[in-house]
């Protein structure tokens, strides 16, 4: 069973169309949730760290927010150059990341 | 804006065959990490080192892989015999003391024919 699950798989927006990517996680003790952005072949790309439920980042047209049992990265008016693929992370015990299988985003103009 | 820089880019090796994966970690930091990614998968935990010894590993890391601090600025995964199954992008990774965030080198496509 899957500790971090991300939904949707994959998903396809127009420029300027608000969407949120999901990321659901089943471990306890969290000690950290994590997004990163990964581009086609490159590495991850940290983007926000949230330690507490209750807890928002933001930046520029991202924003994540943390609940106990999952977290959304919300995307408001995306552009083209939002497209990416976004990972959640978690870590519970000791110092590895599980990573989630990702959401990929296109953004078309 | 440091970051952690990984060589080579790429690597095509024959099984069977040592290969040497190296990083630099961002300097500040104290904490390294190596994950791999075979293609289409998820992002999976290899080891992590501290304090010039290893602090936890999964259990892909077996008796094949090595890592090593050689010197104050490199960081070095070693494969000692690579199997097919060993193509993967491998990321380094880094993080400072006290600090929960992992920043993530740009990554070795390594190619095991």
């Known amino acids: 069973e899957d500790q971090v699950t991300q939904s949707p798989e994959a998903l396809r927006l127009q420029e300027g169309e608000s969407s949120s990517l999901n990321c659901s996680y089943t471990?306890?003790?969290?000690?950290?949730l994590f997004w990163y952005r990964q581009d086609p072949g490159k590495g991850p790309e940290f983007l926000f760290t949230?330690?507490?439920a209750g807890e928002e980042k933001e930046k520029e047209r991202l924003k994540a927010t943390l609940t106990k049992k999952e977290s959304f990265l919300h995307i408001t008016a995306p552009k083209p150059e939002d497209s990416a693929t976004y990972l959640c992370?978690?870590?519970?015990?000791?110092?590895?990341?599980?990573f989630g299988k990702g959401t990929t985003l296109s953004v078309s103009s | 804006e440091p970051e952690v820089t990984q060589t080579p880019s790429h690597q095509v090796t024959q099984m069977g065959q040592e290969v040497i994966l190296r990083c630099v970690p961002i300097?500040?930091?104290?904490?390294f990490y190596w994950y791999r990614q075979i293609l289409g998968q998820k992002v999976e935990f290899l080891v992590s080192?501290?304090?010039?010894?290893?602090?936890?590993k999964s259990e892909i890391f077996d008796d094949q892989f090595s890592v090593e601090r050689p010197d104050g600025s490199n960081f070095t995964l070693k494969i000692r015999s690579t199997k097919l199954e060993d193509s993967a992008m491998y990321f380094c990774?880094?993080?400072?003391?006290?600090?929960?965030?992992?920043?993530f080198g740009p990554g070795t496509r390594l190619l095991v024919l």
């Open positions: 990774a880094s993080s400072e003391e006290g600090r929960q965030t992992q920043y």
């Open positions: 471990v306890s003790g969290l000690r950290g």
């Open positions: 949230l330690y507490s």
């Open positions: 992370a978690v870590l519970q015990a000791g110092t590895a990341l599980i």
């Open positions: 300097s500040n930091h104290l904490y």
């Open positions: 080192f501290y304090n010039n010894e290893i602090s936890e």
